[in-house]
């Protein structure tokens, strides 16, 4: 059975920085690959960043320069450093892994920045 726990959300001025963190229990398959999406009500879940099996980064251009994604393989913990935050930056944020076609997604986490 596997679950995605997620930690670090939070309030936040604008400018400030949050870490969040996802970790990945049960059983997957070695290669898989692992991102942070979000969500505002109203809109579709988006891209944030993701990595793939091989270590290739991928972020969406609205967070280019300001995020930092972080994966560790052998402890199965993805971060997403998040400095220089923006209100629009204001989201449930959500830990996905993609293993062999099966997909699995954390509870989410809140993140607010306030201007």
């Known amino acids: 059975h596997v679950q995605l726990a997620e930690s670090g959300g939070g309030l936040v001025q604008s400018g400030g920085s949050l870490r969040l963190s996802c970790v990945v229990s049960?059983?997957?398959?070695?290669?898989?690959?692992m991102g942070w999406y979000r969500q505002v009500p109203g809109k579709q879940r988006e891209l944030v960043a993701s990595?793939?099996?091989?270590?290739?980064?991928n972020y969406a251009d609205s967070v280019k320069g300001r995020f930092t994604l972080s994966r560790d393989n052998g402890k199965r913990i993805l971060d997403l450093q998040m400095n220089s935050l923006k209100p629009e930056d204001t989201a449930i944020y959500y830990c996905?892994?993609?293993?062999?076609?099966?997909?699995?997604w954390g509870q989410g986490t809140q993140v607010t920045v306030s201007s």
């Open positions: 996905k892994v993609n293993s062999a076609g099966l997909i699995y």
């Open positions: 049960g059983r997957i398959f070695s290669s898989y690959v």
């Open positions: 990595v793939s099996a091989d270590g290739m980064i």
